[in-house]
């Protein structure tokens, strides 16, 4: 895709996209996650809430690399991670727990994305979770919660859901302790945001930590400031998110099919 004369322009706060867009938008979410070294294999999920009645959200297929992942291969489940449609291939209703006890709870996210990476899982095996060691990690001083351990996420410990949702808050992200990590959005775009740079203040971390040397960590009153002065942004990610869309059409324009 060329590059615009001009940056595009946001869509409005009372833009509600078409279940198409939203299919296209997280299927190049899954590309990117895979471009950026964010996957596991086939496990973990990204899923964005369809517009219109009842609980009806989109997630990946089980069993696909997100690098595969299209458009049209998404599909369609309840509020239980149960196919809505009928597909070929099987959805993980249990790898969607998590995910819908935040979609149930939280209706501004509607997107939600959780990762196994190895600097975030680093980060979540730590007694002190994220430090504000960089102006990326600064961002998220009041916006990460943590969740404790409590084994594999599964519809037989429902009680963990509420759990779960009381430690993400209101925030836009969450260290799932000894687990991984969370983020969620209102879009697809936002979700990203969050997660990308979580990803990196976490890689951040682990690469300072490993050199031995006294971290350097802002005064508190530093650090909240300055995570004050990221605050109050409309369409968090959505610039990046348009550039990152333009590179997903030149080198994997496979992703809108």
Request: with cysteine.
């Amino acid at each position: 895709m060329p590059i615009p004369a001009q940056p595009p322009v946001p869509p409005t706060p009372d833009h509600q996209p078409t279940e198409q867009e939203l299919r296209e938008d997280l299927a190049a979410a899954y590309r990117l996650i895979a471009h950026f070294g964010m996957s596991d294999t086939v496990f973990t999920h990204l899923s964005v809430r369809l517009p219109g009645d009842g609980h009806r959200f989109l997630v990946n297929p089980y069993g696909l690399l997100f690098e595969e992942i299209t458009a049209s291969s998404l599909v369609v489940v309840d509020a239980d991670g149960e196919p809505a449609q009928a597909t070929a291939w099987p959805v993980n209703p249990a790898g969607f727990v998590i995910h819908s006890a935040v979609h149930r709870e939280r209706h501004d996210a509607a997107c939600v994305m959780h990762t196994h990476t190895l600097a975030g899982m680093t980060v979540a095996a730590q007694q002190g979770g994220l430090l504000p060691l960089n102006q990326m990690s600064i961002e998220f001083y009041d916006e990460v919660g943590i969740h404790d351990y409590e084994g594999i996420a599964a519809d037989d410990n429902l009680s963990e859901r509420e759990r779960l949702v009381r430690d993400l808050g209101t925030g836009h992200a969450l260290i799932l302790r000894n687990h991984g990590l969370l983020t969620v959005g209102a879009t697809v775009a936002e979700a990203f945001y969050w997660m990308y740079y979580l990803e990196q203040s976490c890689r951040i971390q682990v690469a300072a930590q490993s050199t031995g040397v006294p971290l350097s960590i802002p005064p508190t009153q530093v650090v909240a400031r300055t995570a004050k002065q990221f605050g109050g942004e409309t369409n968090k990610g959505w610039l990046p998110w348009q550039a990152l869309r333009r590179k997903l059409d030149r080198d994997q324009p496979d992703y809108r099919s």
